[in-house]
């Protein structure tokens, strides 16, 4: 790996950041906090929430088996997204190298940011190839992006390529990881020791049922997590998104068994996608959604949008020639999209 300091941008290695209140003083034991220009009444929500959301990070820590100081949380993982960016690429010269198809957001930020993107097409059964990705790679070359169980083609990436990219790059490498709560395939987490460039994504939006709260992670060596709270909003993760989050994470069996109806539900629904005389092909997942190659997928998602069924039309994407994107539901949400598409 490059070092960090000839990773990072100057402006950003060089940042005196914003010290809060809070983080001047964080202790328990003092009683009157006249130091923040917070309002006395009001209570409990008077108050500046914990920039560093260290009561969530420890609860966090246990469940994932990551210290807190390798843990970053932001405003989804929107923000988790943007932020190395800011903190690695300079606008107009530097450029990040991304697996396609995948997730819109990585090029979206990168157009923000005024970011080349590259994107190198997986082969026809979704697989990441490492030596094409790496080849693809420039001494400007900053990020790679890869997904995995990856959105929209839900399979996961081979490990061991990802694992090539990460150890032949000499940037950093992030794992988008927002599905791994329902793949086979084991998380990336116990690689962080050993692997200084990984980035490591992951959201409490999709098994844990809580993309309203918008809360996203990303775990990383302890020098990167510094520069992501260097950089961040102060007060990025507001009060209400902590506690909310710690109540769901003090049940993760309920989350366990979410998990298991959905991949159920899953199985029982690509079985019957096979039967369907408009379904041509239904690709392997690893996540709680599937890509199907339907006859006619325009007429099809119209068809479904006037029963008032949506799914994603994944068309027009790359590979995705005719696909629909398919999110798995309740047993009778699901029921439902059968029946319609039945008589189709
Ligand atoms: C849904 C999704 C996310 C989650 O984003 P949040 O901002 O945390 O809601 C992240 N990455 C991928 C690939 C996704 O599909």
């Known amino acids: 790996m490059i070092s960090l300091e000839q990773l990072v941008r100057p402006n950003i290695w060089n940042l005196a950041p914003y010290s809060s209140a809070r983080d001047e003083y964080s202790g328990k034991e003092a009683h009157v906090f006249l130091d923040a220009n917070e309002n006395p009444y009001n209570t409990t929500v008077n108050r500046y929430p914990d920039p560093l959301q260290r009561q969530l990070k420890a609860v ?117 990881e927002a599905y791994i709560d329902f793949a086979q395939q084991l998380s990336l987490r116990q690689e962080l020791p050993t692997h200084p460039n990984l980035i490591i994504l992951q959201t409490m939006s999709k098994a844990w049922g809580s993309a309203a709260i918008r809360l996203g992670m990303a775990f990383a060596s302890r020098d990167i997590i510094d520069i992501y709270n260097k950089v961040k909003y102060p007060y ?76 994603r039309n994944r068309s027009r994407i790359q590979l995705c020639d005719n696909c629909l994107r398919i999110t798995i539901g309740t047993r009778s949400e699901n029921n439902e999209l059968l029946s319609a598409l039945r008589q189709y």
């Open 60 to 176: 966090l820590s246990k469940i994932k088996g990551v210290p807190a100081e390798n843990i970053f949380l932001g405003n989804g993982s929107d923000e988790a997204i943007d932020l190395p960016y800011r903190i690695f690429c300079e606008p107009g010269r530097d450029n990040v190298v991304s697996i396609a198809p995948t997730y819109g957001m990585y090029k979206v930020c990168a157009d923000i940011n005024n970011i080349e993107c590259k994107q190198v097409l997986l082969d026809d059964k979704f697989q990441l190839h490492a030596d094409q990705l790496l080849a693809a790679c420039d001494e400007h070359t900053k990020i790679v992006w890869l997904c995995s169980p990856n959105n929209p083609t839900g399979n996961s990436l081979d490990r061991d390529e990802m694992l090539k990219v990460i150890e032949g790059f000499g940037g950093i490498v992030v794992v988008d």
């Open 236 to 311: 990025n993760v507001n009060l209400l998104t902590q506690q909310k989050a710690m109540e769901m994470l003090s049940d993760p069996f309920e989350i366990d068994k979410w998990v298991k109806m959905l991949l159920q539900e899953r199985s029982r629904l690509m079985m019957a996608f096979a039967e369907l005389p408009c379904c041509e092909q239904i690709f392997k997942t690893d996540a709680n959604f599937f890509l199907a190659r339907m006859t006619d997928a325009q007429r099809i998602y119209d068809y479904l949008v006037e029963h008032g069924i949506i799914v």
